[in-house]
């Protein structure tokens, strides 16, 4: 029984060798990962997506009317045009301007669409601080109301341009193939 019994000890004793080891190495480790791994930072940038209408005005004639993604994402623009007749008080008239007789208009022939909402879409997704073709290329007055000047007025809009929903929720548009086309 004496044989057997220092056999034991000696696999016991192995085991404790080998156990202490382990817990030393396991310490030592991660008392350098503690120590010597730098912070990491985790910096969450949240997506900005807004947009500006950039125009020329000279002489009676509005011109080179585009709009310009000043957001930190790509996105989609829309844009309405409001044609009114203004006092100079700022009282909106009720005679409703007419294309062609009151004013007249160049359209932008790239990348615009107008859709049955009565918004026009720009096609493409636009990167940021990038611009989209010209809406309008000129506009100039015809004729006005005595004491009423025309005003034409673009309101654009962005939305994200990815995912998809979000363009599909808030304006009702699927893109297809990486392009807005209204209904």
Sequence with gaps: MKANSGKHNKIAMLIAVVGLSVALCATGVYAYLSTKTDPVT?????????????ETFQDGVKSNVTVQNT????AYIRA???VNFVSDDG??????????????????ATGWRKGTDGYWYYANAI????????????A???SAPTGFHL???IIATAIQSAPDAAVQDAW???PANGELIPN
């Design 140 to 142: 100039v007055v015809v």
């Design 151 to 153: 005003n034409i007025r």
């Design 71 to 74: 957001g930190n994402i790509d």
């Design 172 to 174: 009702g548009i699927t």
């Design 42 to 54: 985790n910096e969450f940038v949240p997506a900005k997506v807004s947009c500006v209408v950039k």
């Design 127 to 138: 990167v940021p601080e990038a611009l989209t073709a010209p809406l309008i290329e000129t």
């Design 91 to 108: 009282k909106i008239s009720a005679v409703t301007p007419k294309e062609g007789v009151d004013y007249t208009v160049t359209w932008g």
């Design 80 to 82: 309405a045009v409001v």
